[in-house]
């Protein structure tokens, strides 16, 4: 009779232990997972064209350069003509403005631009590594402290239908993520496989 109650003790465990993940993420968690993914994209856009095309690199590196050198980033906080460079700047290479909690750009993320400056026409991989980096970071962030479950849905934005499993889009950004860096690649896997 004890090792019967021991038994359902232990299954009751089992049971409650799985029924912690939440069934749907939070709309701000969900924005934040959706805007990273959207600044993911746009880096992985930016690395291959700066990979698969010298001319193109060489012009984006020049609209970047026009942009910064303006001396828009130099107050702060960035006043009108800031704002609207930085807005600028997020069209011609996402990942080199910092957004807040909201997805609203509010600075120039320094240590990308230069590291962009440097290396766009000679290594893509480097030059928009942290960008790509700082977004694998905000997901494990946001993964971390929601603790979901591989089936936890992700709630769309409004005005889009999207239906999407944290599992489905941790291995979709992983999939897109490890021709150019594989190292973050494997840790959103590794995140995936903590769920």
């Known amino acids: 009779m004890r090792r019967l109650a021991g038994a359902t003790a232990l299954f009751a465990c089992a049971i409650l232990a799985g029924c912690g993940a939440p ?4 709309e701000r968690e ?6 990273a993914r959207e600044v993911i994209d746009g880096t ?10 010298p001319e193109e690199a060489r012009r984006i590196r ?5 942009i910064v050198s303006r001396g828009a980033f130099e107050q702060a906080p960035l006043d ?8 600028e700047l997020r069209e011609v290479v996402p990942g080199l403005a910092e957004t807040d909690a909201d997805g609203v750009v509010e600075s120039l993320d320094r240590p990308a631009t230069r590291a962009f400056l440097r290396y766009a026409t000679s290594d893509a991989q480097r030059a928009l590594l942290k960008p790509a980096n700082d977004e694998v970071f905000a997901i494990e962030e946001v993964i971390r402290k929601a603790e979901p479950g591989p089936d936890t849905e992700i709630p769309p934005r409004r005005g ?9 889009y941790l291995r979709g950004t992983e ?5 150019i860096w594989p190292d973050l ?10 769920l």
Request: glycine fraction near 8%.
């Open 80 to 87: 009108e003509f800031g704002l609207a460079a930085l807005g």
């Open 23 to 26: 069934e749907r993420l939070s």
């Open 30 to 35: 969900g924005t934040a997972l959706l805007d």
């Open 160 to 168: 889009e239908s999207l239906d999407l499993t944290v599992d489905e």
């Open 185 to 194: 690649a494997r840790r959103l896997a590794t995140l995936r496989d903590g």
């Open 44 to 53: 992985i856009d930016n690395a291959e064209t700066l990979r698969t095309s």
């Open 175 to 179: 999939r897109d993520l490890k021709p």
């Open 62 to 66: 020049r609209r970047v350069q026009k």
